[in-house]
Structures are given as structure tokens and as C-alpha cells.
């Protein structure tokens, strides 16, 4: 990639071919960019004159990087963070008095309990930086950071391919209804939830359940899967089936519902993740070391 090649470069241009290498198709990678069909063909066309070469396979079904495009990729990664680093080091100034700082959300966990008072703090330090926070399951979170969709994401550890700093530790607990048959138990054994209707979650904790039955090669009974915690309380207080759930996401208390431990215990690290700490912008950087002195002092929600 030469010099004048690389000046001529856009933002909008490189996070457009960072999206097409997991995307199915050209025009879905320029729709989770916000961006038109129209406009998708003509930044790829301009971007592929500027580099002298075709990225993309127009022939192949669904998205297929050409030779040039595969040995690319990797570079554009790299320049699209530089860029970003480069724009909000510009826009920061001195005293951090503008940027912006991007993050993923976990899901109801991290956006009830633990990125709430996080953001907080950071506001009343750098009330001039904007945040922007998307959910994500913990399955995309990395694709995320690697696209440089976002800087920060609030993830479930271990992530050994990133850089890490642990917040809090939570365990899933059993949610039913008032009076079913497992009410009088304190402690319930994975082996008990199999004889009953599940209320699957599709929310960040659903690959730790998942994993949890596979390990005592339990079969749970599914009866819906929903994505949304207050659906599943709901269809649990009404009587559709039983449901495990992180103890982050469970309110105090809901009326009809009563929570109990698992046996064996299932616990889950959360923590923040970046690709390189070093290289964050100055915006997410300052988000980083806050975090990071401030955990010992937090009193993060775990039940």
C-alpha cells in the first residue's frame, strides 16, 4: 500500500472493508454501517481505485475477498485503527474535553448492574466525551473489537486473545414460580432442572447455561427461547416453565418469582476487553485506567 494511497484513504471506506470480510453479502456490510446500497457500491469502488486493484470477488456468491483483498485485510485492520487513534487524539485536545468513547454491552448484566455506575463516573470526569454502547452477545464481542466497531467490551472471561481487566464475579441461579415443586428447596442440583419446562435466555449467559448442562449431559427441556429478561420473568411468573438466569440480571425481588442456588455452584467472570491497551484512543484509554483503579473501591451488584 503506498503513501498516496493511504492519504487518499477514508474511514468510512476502511470500516466498509473491514465489515465486508464478515458479512454475506456487499450491501449488508454497508447496512450495518448505516450506509446505502448505493453509496456501499461507490465507496468499494473508490477504495479499490485508490489501491490499484479488485478487493472483492463480484462472481462469488455471498462475499469473497480476492487475492489482493486477503492480503489487504490485515493492513486496512491496522490503518483504520491508527486512523481512529489519530482522530480522537485530534478531537481530545487538552483535558480529554472532547472524543468519543465506544462500548459493548454484554447484555442486561453489564448494562443493568455494572457499566451504569461506570459511566457515571466517567461523565462527571470527562463531561465532554460522548458515548455511544451497544448490546451484543459475548459470541460477537470479539468480532466487534477486531472490526473496530468498538474499542471496549464488557465480556465474559477468560479472553486470552485480548487484553483483560476483571470486574466482578456472578453465578446463574434457578428463577420459578411461587409454589412449584422445587420452591422448598434452598439448593437445587442441575440434574432436577431437567424434569422440567425451560424458559431458554438468548441474553449474554445463555453459552455458560449451555455449557452447564452439557457438563452433567443433561438434555434441558426447552420450551421457548426468548431474548428479553422481563419476558422471562413473565412467562416463568405465569406458569410456562422454569429458568436459569446470571444473578446480575435478576431484580431484587419480582412478585411471584422466587430465585434459588444451583448445585454445583456456576459462577462467571466479567470483565473489559480490548485488542491492545496500549493502543487504545485517548477517549477509551482514560475509560481503561479509570476502570482499572477503580474496581478494588466499587461495590458492583452481585446477589
Known sequence: MTDKAAKSLSLKQLELFIALASSDSISSAGARLGMTPSATSHALRILELTLGAPLVDRNATGVQMTYAGQQVLPHV?????????????????????AGMLTLGSLGASSSLNILPPLLEMFKERYPGVGVFVTEKPDSEMERALVERRI?????????????????????LMV????????????????????DYPLIMTRAGSQPVITR???????????AHDLSQIMSILEFVRRGQGISVLASLVLPESYKGLVYRKISPPVKRRIGLACLNER????????????VRDAVPLLKLPVK
Open 212 to 222: 452447564m448442562f452439557e457438563r452433567s449431559g443433561i438434555i434441558p427441556k426447552i
Open 151 to 171: 474499542e471496549i467490551g464488557v465480556v465474559a472471561l477468560p479472553k486470552p486473545e485480548l487484553d483483560t481487566l476483571p470486574l466482578v464475579v456472578d453465578e
Open 77 to 97: 485492520r491496522d490503518i483504520f485503527a491508527s486512523l481512529q487513534v489519530l482522530r480522537a487524539t485530534a478531537s481530545a485536545s487538552a483535558g480529554l474535553r
Open 175 to 194: 428463577v420459578l414460580p411461587e409454589g412449584h415443586p422445587l420452591d422448598h428447596c434452598q439448593v437445587i442440583s442441575v440434574e432436577d432442572l431437567a
Open 279 to 290: 493502543k487504545l484512543s485517548p477517549a477509551a484509554h482514560a475509560f481503561w485506567v479509570m
